[in-house]
């Protein structure tokens, strides 16, 4: 049975690869792994241009204040061990981004206004294969195979870029939060508080109303407060106007605000990095499912439990999240980097109360292969002790190991392989049933159109 699933894995393997060549495509921002592609060269060929399909008069776009993206990326991921079953699944999605620069387009100094729509497709590998991780194998699977609006914004920046305004709809980690997505497992990729508090922090694609400033008090550092729409029916896949129990629609206005704070410091020169320590505030009232609590019912029909309302007043976190240049090994960005990442959610609301993840990164493994890149990470996350499963108490920890190829100036490909301990917690599935270590192996495919 195993090498007939090796093979199935490696043909769905490139069929993606081939796939990503001939499709559609965007960027997605919890997606990206390398930096945004180099300015069109008019003398470039087919295999270090930036583009797949060329300028297309983008620089021209670009220079008259008109900026354009279009990027698709799919994970293919496939378990030789875990779950019930050994089984491949992709998923993926299409981004297109587009940032207006109102200064040359309108006169407006410090002006932008940002687009971004995206498609996601594919299934999850965890469900597929009856794994019971608590954080997904394969990323980008999630909120839905649906079109979402993602981004559409205006951002006013004064007093020499010192001060930023910015408000419409918005992710959350657009502006907080750790945003680089280097791996597949989600332990490691986005906004980390969203990882463990995806129930009222909508991670990438979701977007809510926000309105964000940003302060530029000193050199270097840099002040953020954000207040976000916290409804939940902006995770709907059907109308996000109508929030739906099983049957009693009825409407559900915005059930609070989240308001996230973060102080960010960015070291310059050869060993830049980002050092950001932050922490949010829910206003709602309620509690993860799998955790003791009165729900409180919807009036008028007979019991029927209201998901939106709860014994907890408000819901609360901190977190610190550091991507550091360790090495200057050669030219550009040859060299070693760092990442580590702690979110804590209290105990009184959250099933997962906890998440640390570390990792490392060198570009420039090999002198003749410039851009190639390896990464290796390792994390966990806890399940509260008071959780109502025999989980509780216990931690999923994800390794993970990659290699990068640079294969075309447009053509990324990372063969990936995971190894996930204690799935769930303590590796029991809804069944209570204890489940296998997990070893996963995927690839993924970005191609910038």
């Known amino acids: ?126 469900t597929e294969a009856g794994i019971p991780a608590l954080q997904l194998t394969n990323e980008v699977f999630g909120r839905g195979n649906i079109f979402r609006l993602t981004q559409l914004y205006y951002s006013q920046k004064l007093f020499n870029d010192q001060l930023e305004l910015k408000g419409g709809r918005l992710p959350v980690g657009s502006d907080f939060f750790f945003g680089l997505c280097e791996f597949i497992n989600l ?17 990438w694609p979701v977007s809510q109303w926000a309105g964000v400033v940003h302060y530029n008090f000193a050199k270097d550092f840099q002040l953020s407060v954000g207040v976000y729409d916290a409804n939940p029916n902006y995770l709907t896949t059907d109308d996000p106007t109508v929030y739906y129990l099983p049957g009693v629609p009825h409407s559900s206005p915005a059930s609070g605000v989240l308001v996230p704070v973060e102080l960010v410091w960015a070291p310059k020169g050869p060993l830049n990095g980002t050092w ?72 009184r609301t959250s099933f997962q109360d906890y998440q640390i993840a570390l990792g490392f990164r060198h570009t420039g493994t090999f002198s003749w292969r410039p851009q190639d890149e390896v990464g290796f990470a390792v994390g966990t996350t806890h399940v509260n002790s008071a959780a109502l499963s025999p989980n509780a108490g216990g931690n999923e920890v994800p390794i993970e190991v990659w290699y990068g190829w640079q294969a075309t100036g447009w053509l990324n490909l990372k063969f990936d392989a995971q190894y996930v301990i204690n799935p769930g917690g303590r590796g029991y599935n809804a069944a209570g049933v204890k489940t296998d270590n997990a070893v996963v192996l995927g690839m993924r495919t970005e191609v910038h159109f």
């Open 1 to 126: 049975m195993l090498p007939r699933f090796l093979n199935t894995a490696c043909a769905w393997g490139v069929g993606i690869a081939l796939s990503s060549l001939i499709g559609g495509a965007v960027h997605a921002a919890d997606f990206p792994t390398k930096a945004a592609p180099l300015p069109y060269v008019d003398a470039d060929d087919f295999w270090t241009r930036p583009y797949l399909f060329g300028d297309l008069g983008r620089t021209r776009l670009k220079e008259q204040g008109i900026d354009l993206g279009l990027t698709l990326g799919n994970e293919t991921v496939g378990n030789l061990s875990g779950g019930d079953r050994n089984t491949a699944a992709n998923a993926g999605q299409l981004w297109f981004g587009a940032k207006l620069d109102m200064a040359k387009l309108a006169g407006i100094p410090g002006g932008t206004v940002g687009l971004t729509l995206v498609q996601r497709f594919g299934d999850n590998l965890n």
């Open 187 to 203: 332990t490691f990729c986005g906004g980390q508080p969203g990882n463990i508090q995806g129930g009222y922090i909508y991670n």
């Open 276 to 347: 950001r320590f932050g922490g949010w505030y829910d206003s709602a009232s309620t509690i993860d499912g799998g955790l003791p609590g009165i729900i409180s019912t919807i009036p008028g029909t007979g019991g029927v439990p209201d998901q939106n309302l709860g014994d907890r007043r408000g819901r609360y976190g901190v977190y610190e999240s550091i991507l550091q240049r360790l090495t200057v090994d050669g030219p550009g960005a040859v060299g070693w980097y760092t990442f580590l990442n702690t979110t804590v959610a209290d105990h």
